[in-house]
């Protein structure tokens, strides 16, 4: 029998008689039970996040260290309780799901460092006006107070976990809204953090639909609002609440380039087959377009095909299993109709595009046209195109041509080209010798154009929720 979870507000886990089962992808077995919380329920967190920020606000640097570093140990006491329910509820294979795991506990580890560097400030000189010699100017970080974290299905874990570990760090506190498909690691991830020490209030985790989370977040109380998401609903969350800080994470069309003398061809090509269909490509990092040079593409594409056909897709929770389900059946219409589409306006399939149920076969596309939604939208599925160049000038604006801009990737040995691509490419990030979907938990993540604004990366965000203030004092004897 599925396992029934209470939703989280002010420290105390609440079941009421509104219910929801969470099915796998996969296979349509129920792997979970939620209890909804009513709309006074969920206002409710607001109350309770008001209330602990007043007394966190003030917690001294080592104290948000310590709740986080016991956060890491309570991950790690049930790293496969983890690992397992990221394969039930979003189809994700157990060896990624673990390696999910290890990132999770990863951010944590960064945000117990940053917790006590983000007590800091900085000197500002005054002195730079005639009559202010005795003048100076501190300038430090200021929690904000309640963020609202919206996370999605994809990186179920870890994506919550750059959410909510900043926030301790910074001495904010979070109402949560984990996604629909995939909430079961968000609440045991609410486990495990008040467990850790976190004041109850500290963390609030209400999985209402997306529908109805807007009166929740109307709440002037709630400062800052961190989603993670498709751009249509992100932008216009922008819209309706200007006077929040507001971070969009969105989508993306990430390409990689490889250059006509990569440092490594086969390296080029393995990774980035993983980074095309690992999590059945939905990542807003996974690799969608590629742009090979003339005098290698031939080698590399059948080198590539046959990389790609050597994957294993099947049931998530088998270990040799390197691609699952996408994450439900709507959205695996909408990638083979995509498919259909671009075959059918002149663009060559080398591999893939079958299906069965919510699994789809890798698949390689080849020569098509730019204006064919796998190539100018976000395909979020197991699906990439390989296209051949041969000016480096030219396939620049190739990867500037969508309306994304998240992270790229350029494979070559000329350094000359690759500060070229830093330049010129319009993207938050350019990862030279490997592939757009690489990602540490201390980098700056995010993207400009419709991939987003502000920037994750525990640092990082904790800025997107702080705020400066100055403090000027004068020293002058006025005697």
């Known amino acids: ?37 009513s709309l006074e329920e969920a206002k409710g967190a607001v109350d309770a996040a008001e209330k602990a920020f007043e ?9 948000r260290s310590d709740i986080l570093m016991r956060v890491v140990a309570g991950i790690e006491k049930r790293k496969e309780e983890f690992a397992k329910a990221l394969v039930e509820e979003g189809g994700k294979p157990i060896k990624t799901a673990r390696a999910e795991v290890s990132r999770a506990m990863t ?48 990186f179920p874990l870890n994506l919550v976990a750059h959410k909510v570990a900043p926030a301790i760090a910074s001495g904010n506190v979070m109402i949560l809204k984990p996604a629909s498909q995939t909430p079961l690691s968000a609440l045991i991830l609410g486990e495990v953090v008040m467990e850790a020490g976190l004041i109850p209030g500290g963390l609030n985790i209400i999985p209402l639909p997306g529908s109805q989370i807007e009166p929740v977040m109307e709440d002037e109380r709630i400062r800052k609002v961190s989603f993670t998401g498709s751009d249509e609903i992100g932008w216009e969350l922008m819209k309706k609440f200007p006077k929040k800080k507001v971070t969009l994470e969105l989508g993306g069309n990430a390409a990689s380039i490889v250059d006509e003398d990569p440092p490594d061809l086969e390296f080029a090509v393995n990774r980035n087959c993983w980074g095309a269909f690992y999590q059945a490509g939905q990542s807003c990092i996974s690799v969608q377009r590629m742009y090979i040079h003339d005098k290698i593409f031939d080698k590399f594409m059948d080198m590539f095909v046959a990389r790609t056909k050597a994957l294993k897709l099947g049931d998530p929770m088998l270990e040799d299993t390197d691609v699952g389900p996408v994450i439900d059946t709507a959205s695996a219409d909408r990638i083979m109709n995509w498919v259909d589409e ?14 069965d149920g919510c699994l789809i076969e890798p698949t390689v596309l080849t020569n098509v046209p730019p204006t064919c939604n796998v190539s100018c939208d976000e395909v979020f599925g197991p699906v990439v195109h390989i296209e051949r160049y041969k000016e480096f000038d030219e396939v620049l604006k190739w990867v500037n041509n969508t309306r994304y801009g998240l992270q790229a990737g350029i494979f070559t040995k000329d350094i000359k ?39 994750e990366g525990v640092r990082y965000a904790i800025e997107e929720m702080t705020e400066l203030k100055l403090m000027v004092v004068d020293l002058k004897d006025y005697k």
């Open 1 to 37: 029998m599925a396992k029934e979870y209470g939703f989280l507000v002010n420290g105390k886990w609440v079941k009421n008689s509104k219910k929801r089962e969470v099915r796998s992808p996969y296979n349509n077995e129920v792997v979970g039970v939620i209890n909804i919380p």
């Open 55 to 63: 007394k966190f606000r003030n917690s001294p640097s080592y104290e």
């Open 107 to 154: 951010t944590f580890k960064v945000a117990a460092e940053e917790a006590n560097r983000f007590a800091g400030g900085e000197l500002i000189p005054i002195d730079i006006v005639p009559g202010n010699e005795e003048r100076f100017g501190i300038v430090k970080r200021f929690p904000l107070g309640i963020v609202m974290g919206i996370s999605p299905f994809n």
């Open 342 to 355: 671009a075959v059918d306006r002149g663009a060559k399939l080398l591999t893939g595009g079958h299906r």
């Open 417 to 455: 080209k690759a500060f070229e691509a830093y330049k010129a490419l319009e993207v938050g990030g350019v990862i030279v010798n490997d592939y757009p979907s690489f990602r540490v938990e201390n980098m700056p993540y995010g993207g400009v154009k419709d991939s987003g604004v502000g920037r």
